[in-house]
């Protein structure tokens, strides 16, 4: 047979008989054993609060108010102790008022027996856990709600937002419980397109458990993110929502990418280098060796055939040539150098065009001051091909060109920013490739040529644009780990 559990019991009350019978009582109980202590004052037991025990009982006379603010003591200090009172009296009133205060239940004494009283301490016992524990739980789930590093939010079947986690009103700026009803936010108000905003709501209508849906999502500010959001059924009418950024996700393997296809190309580069290269020198010394021989007629009749030979096998020579440079990482003078100056410096080689098409540049540098490990000159060359690049996309009179730097963790961000003619997105995968060009005359190695450079210094270039709107090219540098002391 099982051991009994010792269930101990402050009993307060001023009635010592009362106290006699319940101890009485609870000698006789079947399932644990029960140690009842008793005090007869207020002060008393407030002493014995300190001790531990599992269940109290408060003795309770109409008029006596010391003794509802004993529970209110004792709840302060064991807010999850189950709590009963003993009473004379049955009231709606008391009922109501014992309860607000916390207690578990209370019995109206002569109207209960062995097993209805022990039965009952069993209930608040339990309740008491129970009530612990479902707290205990709402504070860590409240905890990693609010905690959370993505958006998280609960809505409604309509899509209005109820409750948002601190990271999601920062990053969208909406507040559920913004005091402006014109604000009530809904989440398919978020949405940028109609075709995923429509199977938001047609999966609400149908009260689908679970479901996820990947779209693009618009803040307050303007800014679009690409994003993921799962959606799980909590109860009727209400959701959970996790909206998962895939912009950095996006981002980084965009960068792997553009490092794979860089590499790809530069191997092309050496084949063509090595395959192109040796013929290229038998024709050219085929051509001075024809140029030596032949009779004087025939190069006369012949014209500047062989002329034409050598300047195209020059030209072929040179395009290898420009190929393989811009596709081989560059040997570096690495310095320490402060981004700022040099994006001036390269503002400084370019500023002619600037003026001569009259664009406004804004800068938005970093107020902390921080060192970078670069190449200074090579760096230049690759801000000069993107700056020439904006500015040559821009219409005279309203060319803005924007660069802002930003410091995050060990990292560098810069960015170049113009609100030019674009890039069409199926072009916009191709810009680093060799020879590629949209200009007139370009050679198409320029930005083949930053991103090596970029490369190089194990950064990471890649771009953002729309046509009619503009581009940026988002260019990360690894940091000097100390902060310069200015």
């Known amino acids: ?221 303007g800014i679009i993110i690409n994003t993921q959001v799962s959606v799980v059924k909590q109860e009727a009418d209400q959701y959970q929502v996790l909206i998962k950024d895939l912009s950095s996700l996006k981002a980084r393997e965009e960068e792997e990418l553009n490092l794979k296809k860089f590499s790809s190309t530069g191997r092309i580069a050496r084949l063509l280098a090595h395959e192109v290269k040796n013929p290229l020198t038998t024709i050219v010394l085929s051509a001075d060796q024809l140029q030596t021989e032949l009779p004087k007629e025939s190069l006369t009749e012949s014209g500047d055939l062989i002329e034409v030979i050598r300047r195209n096998c020059d030209r072929i020579n040179h395009l290898v040539s420009q190929l393989l440079n811009s596709t081989r990482f560059s040997e570096l003078d690495i310095q320490n150098h402060s981004i700022e100056k040099l994006l001036d410096e390269a503002l400084d080689q370019v500023n002619d065009r600037i003026e001569l098409k009259g664009i406004k540049v804004s800068k938005f540098y970093q107020k902390e001051k921080r060192k970078l490990p670069l190449d200074g000159e090579k760096i230049k060359i690759a801000f ?54 949209q200009k007139t005359g370009g050679s198409g190695l320029g930005l083949t040529n930053t991103q090596n450079i970029i490369f190089s210094h194990g950064g990471t270039i890649r771009a953002r644009s729309e046509v009619a709107k503009g581009t940026c090219f988002l260019i990360r540098l690894n940091l000097v780990q100390e902060i310069e002391k200015s």
């Open 1 to 221: 047979m099982p051991e009994k559990e010792v269930i101990r019991i402050l009993y307060v009350d001023d009635d010592q008989e009362d106290q006699k019978l319940v101890s009485s009582i609870l000698k006789t109980a079947k399932r644990n054993k029960y140690v009842v202590e008793t005090a007869q004052t207020i002060d008393d037991a407030l002493n014995k609060l300190k001790d531990s025990y599992t269940l109290f009982l408060v003795g309770y006379n109409p008029g006596r108010e010391e003794q509802l603010n004993l529970i209110k003591e004792i709840k302060a200090i064991r807010k999850y102790a189950p709590l009963i009172m003993l009473t004379g009296v049955d009231s709606d009133t008391l009922d109501k008022e014992i309860l607000n205060l916390g207690a578990a239940d209370y019995l109206i004494r002569g109207q209960f027996d062995t097993n209805t009283f022990e039965r009952r301490l069993q209930y608040a016992i339990r309740d008491s856990k129970l009530l612990e524990s479902l707290e205990k739980t709402s504070k860590k789930f409240r905890s990693i709600f609010e905690k959370a590093a993505d958006p998280f939010i609960l809505m409604d079947a309509k899509s209005k937002i109820l409750e948002a986690n601190p990271i999601f009103i920062s990053k969208f700026g909406l507040d559920p419980h913004d005091p402006d009803p014109r604000k009530v936010p809904f989440l398919s108000d978020l949405f940028l397109d109609k075709y995923p905003k429509d199977l938001l709501l047609e999966n609400l209508k149908n009260e689908t458990e679970s479901f996820e849906i990947e779209t693009v999502i618009t803040t307050e500010e």
């Open 384 to 437: 000069i091909n993107l700056f020439v690049n904006a500015i040559e996309s821009m219409n005279s009179e309203d060319g803005k060109l924007t660069i802002k730097t930003q410091f995050r963790g060990n990292h560098c961000q810069i960015e170049i920013c113009d609100n030019g003619e674009g890039i069409a997105k199926e072009n916009l995968e191709r810009i680093f490739e060799p020879f590629f060009t």
